[in-house]
Nanobody, 121 residues
Framework: QVQLVESGGGLVQPGGSLKLSCTTS????????MAWYRQAPGNQREFVAR???????NYVGSVKGRFTVSRDNAKSTAYLQMSSLKPEDTAVYYC???????????????WGQGTQVTVSA
C-alpha cells in the first residue's frame, strides 16, 4: 500500500523556519521524483518544489532562495526546508510522488493528509 505522510508543520513567526518531512512507503522511492504542493484556504493546490531522482530541483518563483527540497533515499523520505517564512506561505503542505519512467506506477493521485504551516505574528 502506497503511503505518503507529511509532518513538521506548525505555527511560526514571519522570518522563521520550518523543515517538513514526507515519509513514504509502498513504492520504489528512489525511482520517483518527489514534489511538494501547498493549498491555502480558498485557493487551488499549487506546486512548490520538486526534486528528481538525480537530485535536480526546481521551485515556484515565490519560494526560490527561501525553500530547499531534499531527499534521503535510504529513508524513503523527502524534505522541504523553509526559511524566511512569510504570512503568504500559510497553507497545508502536501508531497506527491511522480514516476521517473513510464513503466512505473502512476502515483500522482496518491496524497497524504498534509501538514499545516501557519506563519503569523
Amino acid at each position: 500500500q502506497v503511503q505518503l505522510v507529511e509532518s513538521g508543520g506548525g505555527l511560526v513567526q514571519p522570518g522563521g523556519s520550518l523543515k517538513l518531512s514526507c515519509t513514504t512507503s509502498g513504492f520504489a522511492f528512489n525511482l520517483y521524483d518527489m514534489a511538494w504542493y501547498r493549498q491555502a484556504p480558498g485557493n487551488q493546490r499549487e506546486f512548490v518544489a520538486r526534486i528528481n531522482i538525480e537530485d535536480g530541483s526546481n521551485y515556484v518563483g515565490s519560494v526560490k532562495g527561501r525553500f530547499t527540497v531534499s531527499r534521503d533515499n535510504a529513508k524513503s523520505t523527502a524534505y522541504l526546508q523553509m526559511s524566511s517564512l512569510k504570512p503568504e506561505d500559510t497553507a497545508v503542505y502536501y508531497c506527491n510522488a511522480e514516476r521517473s519512467r513510464s513503466f512505473l506506477r502512476d502515483l500522482t493521485g496518491v496524497w497524504g493528509q498534509g501538514t499545516q504551516v501557519t506563519v503569523s505574528a
